[in-house]
């Protein structure tokens, strides 16, 4: 190597590292969650594709620390060839439940195991990449601000709000028990029918 060309290689190498140790501690809050909840499976198997080339290439090519890299990735290329791949192997986004049926578009109702795991996954990216700022207000606030709800189900939406809002007013601890009710209710209704 020559001199001047370490730099570059240590900044890499930093970022590598970094993105890996942020992608596993947001791993562990969610299965920490998940388990709350009662979701063991869903918890341990987690947000796996992660690891996977396509995905923690671009990540740490476009580590930032305070934010997800695919925002960075869709600024630089204008889409996020990354967030492509993750969302249409993750059940816990919304995104993947978009189907098309008679020339439209069809935005499916997330069954509750998958919309559960999705609000574990919104409070540990919360906590996360804000922090020592992150309050119980946080997931709510970056739902209202920045999430595009156009892509979501109505009754989805509906319960995530129901949920954040829960989260925000009586806390974590109370919403996770909420949440998990719903789930074994749900999935109860499911065998009656």
């Given at each position: 190597m020559k001199k001047g060309e370490f730099e570059p290689f240590f900044?890499?190498?930093?970022?590598?590292?970094?993105?890996?140790?942020?992608?596993?501690?947001?791993?562990?809050?969610?299965?920490?969650?998940?388990?709350?909840?009662?979701?063991?499976?869903?918890?341990?198997?987690?947000?796996?594709?992660k690891y996977g080339f396509s995905e923690f290439w671009a990540g740490a090519k476009y580590y930032q620390g305070?934010?997800?890299?695919?925002?960075r990735e869709r600024e630089v290329l204008g889409y996020s060839a990354a967030w492509l791949h993750h969302k249409g192997r993750n059940k816990h986004h919304f995104e993947y439940w978009t189907d098309f049926a008679d020339g439209r578009k069809v935005y499916v109702k997330m069954p509750s195991e998958y919309f559960a795991e999705m609000?574990?996954?919104?409070?540990?990216?919360?906590?996360?990449?804000?922090?020592?700022?992150?309050?119980?207000?946080?997931?709510?606030?970056?739902?209202?601000?920045?999430?595009?709800?156009?892509?979501m189900n109505d009754e989805t939406l509906k319960d995530l709000e129901y949920f954040l809002t829960m989260?925000?007013?009586?806390?974590?601890?109370?919403?996770?028990?909420?949440?998990?009710?719903?789930?074994?209710?749900?999935?109860?209704?499911?065998?009656r029918a």
């Open positions: 900044v890499l190498a930093m970022k590598i590292l970094k993105h890996f140790i942020t992608i596993t501690r947001h791993r562990h809050l969610v299965i920490k969650n998940c388990f709350r909840v009662g979701l063991i499976r869903q918890g341990l198997t987690h947000d796996l594709s305070s934010r997800s890299p695919q925002a609000i574990c996954d919104r409070v540990a990216a919360s906590k996360i990449y804000l922090k020592k700022a992150y309050t119980d207000a946080s997931p709510l606030e970056y739902f209202l601000d920045k999430t595009d709800k156009d892509g989260l925000k007013e009586k806390g974590e601890k109370y919403m996770f028990r909420q949440l998990k009710k719903f789930v074994k209710d749900s999935k109860n209704k499911g065998k």
